[in-house]
């Protein structure tokens, strides 16, 4: 398989939870695609020029994360501080339905902010199904700082119910 094949497949495979963390972190719809496919254009070019990426996940989510934190600090946005829109998960069931899954999306939403961005950032990216090593290449932190992050996020959302 060719390099623009590869690429291309995992493009198809990684855009939409690239593009859903990016909306996670706080970014308007039109700046998590433009951030999306700037990091798979740079991701390409990287491995265009013959640069060993050990983890392409890990390298697109870190090449990512960096331009929303540029974008989010010019904008004055604090990192995850915004829930997601309702648009982003509705079932299309009957409104009694759509009433109570968005009720419970706020709730969820609302325990999930009164995390730290630390533990929120690492919870989400464990949610996109990275390892912990991953993440911790990610953010810049030991794998076991990630596992850590991640036991008191749980706890903490155990003790608001969910």
């Keep these: ?3 623009d094949e590869r690429v291309s ?4 495979e990684h855009r939409l939870a690239l593009y859903r963390h990016l909306l996670l972190m706080g970014l308007s719809e039109g700046d998590a695609q433009d951030l999306t496919q700037e990091a798979f254009l740079s991701l390409y070019r990287t491995l265009l020029q013959a640069e060993d990426v050990e983890n392409w996940r890990a390298w697109l989510y870190k090449a990512a994360r960096n331009s929303a934190l540029n974008r989010l600090h010019s904008a004055g ?5 915004d829930p997601v829109s309702d648009e982003l998960a509705t079932s299309g069931g009957d409104p009694e339905t759509q009433a109570i899954e968005s009720q419970d999306r706020r709730r969820i939403f609302a325990a999930i902010d009164g995390l730290s961005s630390q533990q929120r950032e690492c919870l989400y990216l464990r949610a996109d199904g990275l390892e912990y090593k991953a993440i911790g290449s990610i953010l810049g932190i030991k794998a076991s700082t990630v596992g850590e992050f991640l036991r008191r996020a749980i706890a903490q959302l155990r003790k608001a119910g969910l």
């Design 77 to 81: 946005v604090r990192l995850l501080a």
């Design 1 to 3: 398989m060719t390099l």
């Design 9 to 12: 497949a995992f493009y198809v």
